[in-house]
């Protein structure tokens, strides 16, 4: 039987890291599954979860001997390949190694050239291109000639023709959720990306893929168009969640779920008058400028509890300069209208981008103070390879190559180029937005108190405290 391995790495000694389920191999299992005509055993590791990462790998591959060994990386997971690309084929040579993931998608001509023994990075959306390699592997054809690929020739990166997107998105089967043990996800003390939670049982899912905007900083993976899953079919996997995981939660992490309103009515509509009594939380995906008071009425009658609304920077002239163009008012008069109607609402905001002025960061900063917001996350600006903001960052420090090399795990872009003690500048941010006035509000305000209060206790001062003495 054809054996395929997916490894999720875990992040090095003293990153603070989210656990979420690793939906992207759950969507390339379950496509693998439903179109591959071969009989496939797929296994899944996720080294986020493992006391002694290294240990349990090693193991792994050796009991299981992958055909295909696929790795699923950010840019910060870069180092995992550094440490294991040679060791997992020393543990099993007849393995190919594909990586894939935003990591992968966007520096994978430095990793290429650096791990010589991957054979190939899938660039972009996973699904029909990882399909294909596997296929060229069966058939015992070149894998090289896949489309969507990047692969090292021996003498320099080579990089394929894109694969086409997957314009109809129901055509994808619903994740394979049995590839994972869930109840390992909804720890007590586990970090996640939502921060709060309403459930006890909860599940990121996926409605759209894509998003038409252009902003400098964002990702280009699933392309700029918006694509989407019918309300019907993503209702209908909601469904299926409760009914058979007994899930009650559900974080909807669309790049831009309200990017067709009268779509996101119905979906919303179909909830509503659905026999299922269920939580909803974006932490991600919603316009917020383009949200209209009825909307937001929709939401909370659906079951929304939670909103994250990105305004990133507080400055006008930062907000055409990245190509965002958020309606910075309109923005705001959504977070009040959902804070008035009883909606958690937290507000993400980022400093430090290339050409900006010490008084436009002050400007964001003083913004999120002057809301009502229950939560407020600071993220200082990383210029990420292959994006318009890094060639926006190249055109004004031309001769600054420091920041190149895994600068966020020690100081940030901005502190480099600059001299600003940006990282101080952010934990002082976060020091003048929790204040105990806002501590108590947002105790009141959130569900699951003791929950809530607990993981604020425990993550709190391992967010802050290195900021503060200049240790991340």
Same mark, same amino acid.
């Given at each position: 039987?054809?054996?395929i ?11 603070l890291?989210?656990i979420e389920?690793?939906?992207a191999?759950l969507?390339?299992s ?6 591959l005509?071969t009989?496939?055993?797929? /296994?899944l590791i996720d =080294?986020?979860l493992e006391?002694?990462p290294?240990?349990? #790998?090693s193991?792994?591959?050796?009991? %299981? +001997?992958?055909d ?13 390949l550094?440490?294991?690309?040679v ?5 099993w040579p ?8 935003p990591g992968a998608t966007?520096?994978?001509?430095e ?6 023994t991957?054979?190939c990075?899938v660039?972009g ?5 990882f ?15 896949v ?5 090292f020739n021996g003498?320099g990166?080579v990089k394929?023709k894109p694969?086409?997107?997957?314009? /109809?998105?129901d055509? =994808?089967?619903v ?5 994972v043990e #869930?109840?390992r996800?909804m720890?007590? %003390? +586990?970090?996640t990306h939502?921060?709060?939670l309403a459930e ?7 409605s759209s893929?894509?998003?038409p905007?252009?902003?400098?900083f964002?990702?280009?993976?699933f392309?700029?168009?918006a ?7 993503f209702v209908?996997?909601?469904?299926m969640?409760?009914d058979r995981?007994d899930?009650?939660e559900?974080h909807?992490t ?7 309103r009268?779509?996101m009515?119905e979906?919303?509509?179909l909830?509503i008058k659905?026999p299922?009594k269920?939580?909803?939380s974006?932490?991600?995906?919603l316009r ?17 509890y939670? #909103?994250v ?6 400055s ?6 990245i ?15 959902a804070?008035?109607i009883?909606?958690f ?7 430090g981008?290339?050409?900006?002025s010490?008084?436009e960061?002050?400007q ?8 009502t917001?229950?939560?407020?996350s600071f993220?200082t ?5 292959n994006?318009k903001?890094r060639?926006?960052a190249?055109?004004?420090?031309p ?8 600068v ?5 872009f901005y502190q480099?180029?600059?001299g600003y003690?940006l990282?101080r500048?952010q934990?002082?941010a976060?020091l003048r ?12 305000n ?15 001062p ?10 991340r």
């Amino acid at each position: 039987m054809f054996k395929i391995l997916f490894i999720k790495p875990h992040a090095r000694r003293g990153i603070l890291q989210a656990i979420e389920v690793p939906l992207a191999f759950l969507y390339l299992s379950a496509y693998l599954k439903t179109y591959l005509k071969t009989d496939i055993a797929i /296994d899944l590791i996720d =080294l986020r979860l493992e006391k002694n990462p290294c240990q349990a #790998l090693s193991q792994k591959i050796a009991l %299981f +001997q992958p055909d295909v060994t696929g790795v699923s990386i950010l840019s910060q997971d870069k180092y995992f390949l550094t440490d294991w690309a040679v060791t997992i084929k020393k543990l099993w040579p007849e393995t190919k190694l594909v990586i894939g993931g935003p990591g992968a998608t966007y520096d994978y001509d430095e990793i290429l050239c650096n791990e010589q023994t991957i054979d190939c990075a899938v660039i972009g959306e996973g699904e029909k291109t990882f399909f294909n390699i596997v296929t060229a592997i069966i058939e015992k054809n070149d894998i090289f000639c896949v489309d969507g690929i990047a692969y090292f020739n021996g003498e320099g990166v080579v990089k394929n023709k894109p694969e086409p997107f997957i314009e /109809d998105l129901d055509e =994808l089967p619903v994740p394979d959720y049995p590839l994972v043990e #869930l109840n390992r996800y909804m720890r007590f %003390f +586990q970090l996640t990306h939502n921060i709060v939670l309403a459930e006890k049982r909860y599940l990121p899912v996926i409605s759209s893929r894509g998003c038409p905007y252009g902003c400098f900083f964002c990702h280009n993976i699933f392309g700029k168009k918006a694509r989407r899953r019918s309300p019907a079919h993503f209702v209908a996997e909601m469904q299926m969640l409760y009914d058979r995981y007994d899930i009650r939660e559900f974080h909807i992490t669309d790049d831009y779920f309200n990017s067709d309103r009268q779509r996101m009515h119905e979906i919303l509509k179909l909830l509503i008058k659905s026999p299922m009594k269920v939580k909803l939380s974006f932490p991600n995906g919603l316009r917020s400028d383009v949200l209209t008071r009825e909307d937001i009425v929709l939401l909370k009658k659906a079951g929304t509890y939670k #909103l994250v609304v990105a305004i990133d920077s507080a400055s006008p002239r930062i907000q055409k300069v990245i190509n965002k163009n958020l309606d910075i008012q309109k923005a705001l008069r959504s977070i009040e209208y959902a804070k008035e109607i009883g909606i958690f609402v937290r507000g993400n905001f980022m400093i430090g981008f290339p050409g900006e002025s010490v008084e436009e960061i002050e400007q964001t900063i003083r913004c999120a103070l002057e809301t009502t917001l229950d939560m407020a996350s600071f993220i200082t600006v990383v210029p990420f390879k292959n994006t318009k903001l890094r060639s926006l960052a190249d055109d004004l420090y031309p001769d600054f190559s420091g920041y190149r090399e895994n600068v966020w795990e020690k100081s940030c872009f901005y502190q480099s180029v600059t001299g600003y003690p940006l990282k101080r500048t952010q934990a002082i941010a976060y020091l003048r937005f929790y204040l105990p006035f806002r501590i108590i509000k947002t105790f009141l305000n959130m569900p699951r108190k003791v929950y809530g209060i607990t993981r604020w206790l425990i993550w709190g001062p391992q967010i802050l405290l290195p900021h503060m003495f200049g240790r991340r």
